[in-house]
């Protein structure tokens, strides 16, 4: 498919527009409501807020890095992503959304950061601009145990909870699942196997240990002033570690299985923890260095999983009503297949320079196309705007044309 000649987005917007207004009919939208801003965040600062009158039903967002490098042609101007398909069917995309190749993970940071000022970060540490996570905490006030961040598991995107931003940081972080540390065959093992948990003596105690080392989460400390998860919400993050040991996500195998499990972790938070925002991050399709056919492997994989996410999300009534999810990659692919016909990212083409925004939700217009240019720093911006605050100076724009 990649040999076909490139065609203009727009025509293929068109194709688009006419399953969308098949697909309309079901699409689980609203009017906006007459809900009063606060009924988003309970303590939130009565300062002027950027907030687009649109945003008033959204009570959650899900935030999906769609990542490791994935172009447009293979994901939504093509076959291979039915469900996002259907998802941009029924909400807006941007399919000219300007990202910069800062590396995967200083692209990654960008979106999260919603800001380009991080060329030259180490690729280990944290980023220096607060992240949404710890915006909404802070500035909306939002719980621990409200805010996700389930990533594909290297230590590195683990650095995407929060930032070394004065004022923000791990007493504002996002409860944190890595699912390449944690739900593997040697963690299960280790937990639940043989010899694992089975009630509470000083060995299992030491496990436990070992599990909340793995799981970050921000604990309530001295220091912290409280800021972290109960003692409540900590106990059921432990019981839905050890049910995942159990019953899943640990058996999940093959090309993609770290994305993969991050999705699945993802769902299930969603359905049990109800977190007003969840991000989750992928980066698997980054095989296409070396191989085109398991980059696209991947990106399917990834599209059914993002279905059944999608789907658990509109067959929970509440949280079809309530909640907003955006997708997009971190950037594109170069143009051209490389000695081994796989595809690097570094051509400072289109293909690598701009990608496709999905965003469906009850606030978000349906069944539109927006062909002007946005930036991917400015979608943080503007999930912070639909809880009521604002991201700090040398951030990106709310994204206007989105809101219905
Ligand atoms: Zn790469």
Redesign the pocket.
């Known amino acids: 498919m990649t040999r076909s000649p490139k065609k203009p987005v727009r025509q293929q917007d068109r194709r688009h527009l006419g399953r969308r207004e098949i697909l309309r009919g079901g699409a689980a939208l609203a009017a906006a409501s007459l809900l009063p801003v606060s009924a988003f965040g309970s303590t939130l600062p009565a300062l002027a807020s950027p907030m687009l009158a649109g945003a008033r039903k959204t009570k959650r967002v899900i935030l999906v890095v769609f990542g490791?490098?994935v172009r447009s042609r293979e994901t939504i101007l093509s076959d291979n992503v039915p469900n996002m398909s259907r998802m941009a069917a029924e909400g807006v995309v941007f399919p000219n959304t300007v990202v910069r190749n800062n590396?995967?993970y200083g692209a990654a940071v960008s979106i999260l950061s919603g800001s380009f000022e991080v060329f030259g970060i180490r690729e280990n540490a944290r980023p220096s601009m607060p992240t949404l996570f710890e915006v909404v905490r802070k500035q909306a006030g939002l719980a621990a145990s409200d805010v996700w961040l389930s990533t594909s598991g290297s230590d590195q995107e683990t650095n995407y909870a929060y930032s070394t931003a004065s004022g923000f940081g791990a007493p504002y972080g996002a409860n944190l699942i890595g699912g390449e540390g944690i739900f593997n065959a040697e963690f299960k093992d280790l937990v639940v196997g043989e010899g694992g948990l089975r009630g509470v003596d000083a060995s299992e105690e030491a496990l436990l240990g070992t599990l909340r080392g793995a799981v970050k989460t921000p604990l309530p400390t001295k220091d912290g002033g409280g800021l972290g998860n109960t003692a409540e919400a900590t106990a059921r993050i432990e019981a839905f570690i050890l049910d995942e040991l159990r019953g899943g996500a640990s058996d999940i195998t093959g090309l993609g299985a770290n994305d993969a499990k991050a999705m699945h972790v993802a769902r299930n938070l969603m359905s049990i923890f109800r977190p007003k925002l969840l991000g989750v991050t992928l980066?698997n399709p980054?095989v296409?260095?070396g191989s085109f056919n398991d980059y696209v492997t991947v990106i399917r994989r990834n599209d059914e999983e993002l279905g059944k996410l999608f789907d658990a999300v509109k067959g929970d009534p509440e949280l079809a009503e309530s909640t907003a999810i955006m997708v997009l990659p971190e950037f594109g692919?170069d143009r051209d297949f490389n000695a081994r016909r796989g595809l690097?990212?570094g051509d400072a083409s289109d293909e690598l320079n701009k990608v496709a925004l999905v965003a469906w939700g009850p606030d978000f217009k349906s069944g539109k196309v927006e062909t002007r240019e946005i930036r991917s720093i400015d979608v943080t911006p503007t999930i912070v705007s639909m809880f009521g605050t604002r991201m700090g100076a040398k951030t990106g724009s709310v994204i206007s044309g989105l809101f219905g």
Do not use: C
């Open positions: 490791g490098g590396g995967h980066r980054d296409a260095h692919r690097d990212h």
